[in-house]
Nanobody, 123 residues
């Protein structure tokens, strides 16, 4: 059974940091790209970042470049999203998802999804 479990969300003040974790199981981790997505109330789900550990490719949406860093620990089947300099507009439910590559991160059409973790940034 494929499982993606997010953790690390919470409440933080603007300018603060959080590190999200995505623990994967039930599939060959090295064969998949892992993306982070977020959905704020009343808004569509958007791709935030993606990592393909097969070639080290990483990608970020413009609004988080320079503030968020995605990384992967293949020995632990876990992907992290380090979020620094957080802003109130980063408030959303954050999801991790798996697909064969990062190509569809923009359309959020990944194969497997976690349940999400809430990130709230207060001003």
């Amino acid at each position: 059974e494929v499982q993606l479990v997010e953790s690390g969300g919470g409440l933080v003040q603007a300018g603060g940091s959080l590190r999200l974790s995505c623990a994967a199981s039930g599939f060959t981790f090295d064969d998949y790209a892992i993306g982070w997505f977020r959905q704020a109330p009343g808004k569509e789900r958007e791709g935030v970042s993606c990592i393909d550990s097969s070639d080290g490719f990483t990608d970020y949406t413009d609004s988080v470049k320079g503030r968020f860093t995605i990384s992967s620990d293949n020995a632990k089947n876990t992907v992290y999203l380090q979020m620094d300099s957080l802003k109130p507009e980063d408030t959303a439910v954050y999801y991790c998802a798996a697909d064969f590559s990062c190509l569809r991160v923009g359309s959020a059409e990944f194969l497997y999804w976690g349940q999400g973790t809430q990130v709230t940034v207060s001003s």
